[in-house]
């Protein structure tokens, strides 16, 4: 029985505007809370927008042309949606069986199978993706080992990417946490001894003077985002080499299941410069070149011959620089940031985050967002994250009126070597030297939350358990609500966890962490929602937004402004339960906020080169338009016909 998911849609999906949950329409493709008493969510977007080798995938769909509900139709029906326009693709039989871009399994209707020259190469029953996700779940739930679920969501996005990121954009609390941080550290610690297919590109120091001609080995003309690192600081866990790839993969995962690009414009990309891991020096196993790490000149070639090589060849990419060691991030960024589209994730993404996190706890106290320049900061950690942070904030405080005097002595920032300050200024960056005071140099954690009484602390030091329980007492006696971030990842690294610092506040505590934690039972019975600070709920939307636009860099500006739509995002309906971030199944609705604010703040700047009137009549539906739905879309075989 086929009929229109319409007016379940209708029904079924909600998305907020202001901080209010409202029910949509079906021709919103936003992705919504799931609840037991809904349908499943669908989500609904379809051909023409987004192109794969001359043919589509994206776009809106008028309602007369759904799909059928897949909840009441037969089990081999509605693989497809009606009217979708097909994909031609260069090849045929079992190359697309093994091509995970195009390969459906068991999906596959009869007359592909024959068109495309397999019918014989899969076991006859036919499944739709509803049915063959079910399927995934149940695998992926029987096993209790998160480095085991994460190895078989892998071997999904090896096999099948519109099944991966189907199940990615439904569960996405449930598979966050699988595919990303944390586990993900796990993945790359292991990386070379799970290593199974390849996936996205390498470029090592012994490809110098090849990389110009090696960008085209990768198979797609139009990469849109890549993310690289160069494997020296894989979240807390330090040079992991090569290994170091899982983070490009779960980013670029994230990127498409939450952010709506489509997975052939994506490419994670590993610098492999050496490593001066001792462990990764001596190991059989390990799969990058068993060397020092190149250093000065040397090493700074490798980046730019890169950056060169990514950006000749796709010139209008988004690169993001993920997981460099602070030493060599900021450099990285200042030299890049204007003359490439590219931002760096742990300075500039984790800035916005965290500002828009805070926003949400000073509402959560009953505080305007110009109380921002009233407060007293503590940040633990002066790498690269810690001094991201601290810029944001102190542009946010200027935005909102204090002068940079003002703002500056808002801030405390501590390594291992206690208080910054002026004490040591050769020996600070830059960075670091501009939010260094004047006296008090090398005071520790506790001396600072004695003597300045902060209201808030971050922790950006990749130090589990940095955060005691006398310092996170003594901050509570000074403050009725303390902000406690411990942002640093994985779970093994965080400063504390949700149950110390609720316990060490008596639940007085606002709260969010790097990796998540679970609720926290309260010895008053209540339950306490910590949520996640972390840089996913930015990026996406970013990369999108300048992506869709034509920008031609990313200006703090659009940090600035993306940090507010995330802020904004948040309902009152979280905020009374203590949480300071939207809940994570709203992901694509974030995401897409985010990418408006940053088109609308590049549309102020002149940077909106690729936007049409029509585009710009309604930027959230045009947005929504080109977001990539992992949906199956009908194969045909590219042909040359001579007559
Ligand atoms: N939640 C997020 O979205 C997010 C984003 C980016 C980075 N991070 C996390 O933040 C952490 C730091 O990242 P980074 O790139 O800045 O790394 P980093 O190694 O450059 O910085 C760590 C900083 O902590 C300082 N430190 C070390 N031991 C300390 C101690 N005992 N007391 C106080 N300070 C100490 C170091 O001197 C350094 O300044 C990592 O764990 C990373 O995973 C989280
Ligand atoms: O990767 C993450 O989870 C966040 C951040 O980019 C980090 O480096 O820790
Ligand atoms: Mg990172």
Known sequence: M??????????????????????????????????????????????????????????SIPDEHREPDEETEGEWEGCYRKFLTPISVGSRGVEILYNPLFNKGAAFKGGERDRLRFRGLLPPRRMNIKIQKERALLEIRAEPDMIRKHIILEDIHDR??????????????????????????????????????????????????????????????????????????????????????????????????????????????????????????????????????????????????????????????????????????????????????????DIQGTGATSLAGILGALRARGESPRSL??????????????????????????????????????????????????????????????????????????????????????GMSAVGGLFTEDLIRDMAKHCDRPIIFPLSNPTSKAECTAEQAVKWTDGRCIFASGSPFDPVEMENGKTFYPTQCNNMFIFPGIGVGVTLCGAKTVTDRMLYVAAEALANYLSEEELALGKVFPNLSTIRDVSKKVAVAVIEEAIRTGQSSKLSEKDLRDLDAFVQSKMYDPIYVPLIEKRTITI
């Open 160 to 345: 099948n990417e519109t099944l991966y990121h189907r199940i990615l954009i439904d569960h996405m609390e449930e598979m966050a946490p699988i595919i990303y941080t944390p586990t993900v550290g796990q993945a790359c610690s292991e990386f070379s001894v799970l290593y199974r297919r390849p996936r996205g590109m390498y470029f090592s120091a012994e490809d110098r003077g090849h990389m110009a001609a090696m960008v085209y080995n990768w198979p797609q003309n139009d990469v849109r985002v890549i993310v690289v690192t160069d494997g020296s600081r894989i979240l807390g866990l330090g040079d992991l080499g090569i290994n170091g790839m899982g983070i490009p993969i779960g980013k670029l995962s994230l990127y498409c299941a939450a952010g709506g690009i489509a997975p052939h414009r994506v490419l994670p990309v590993v610098l492999d410069v050496g490593t001066d891991n001792p462990a990764l020096l001596k190991d059989k196993f390990y799969l990058g070149l068993q060397r020092p790490r190149l250093q000065g000149s040397a090493y700074y070639q490798v980046i730019d011959e890169f950056i060169n090589a990514a950006a000749h060849r796709w010139p209008n990419v988004l690169i993001q620089f993920e997981d460099f060691s602070s030493d060599k991030a900021q450099t990285i960024l200042n030299k890049y940031r204007n003359e490439v589209l590219c931002f760096n994730d």
């Open 2 to 59: 086929l009929r229109s998911a319409a007016p379940m849609l209708r029904r079924g999906m909600a998305r907020r505007t202001s901080g209010r949950v409202k029910v949509i329409g079906a021709a919103s493709t936003a992705v919504a809370p799931s609840s037991p008493s809904l349908p499943p969510r669908r989500t609904m977007t379809s051909g023409g927008g987004d192109r794969l080798r001359g043919s589509s995938w994206g776009e």
């Open 373 to 458: 320049g009233d407060q007293r900061i503590l940040i633990v950690g002066a790498g690269s994250a810690g001094m991201g942070v601290a810029q944001v904030l102190y542009q946010a405080m200027i935005e909102h009126g204090r002068s940079p005097e003002e703002a500056k002595d808002c801030f405390f920032v501590a390594d291992e070597r206690g208080l910054l300050a002026s004490d040591r200024l050769g020996r600070l960056s830059p960075e670091q030297a501009m939010f260094a005071r004047d006296g008090d140099g090398g005071l520790s954690l506790r001396e600072i939350v004695n003597k300045y009484k902060p209201t808030m602390i971050l």
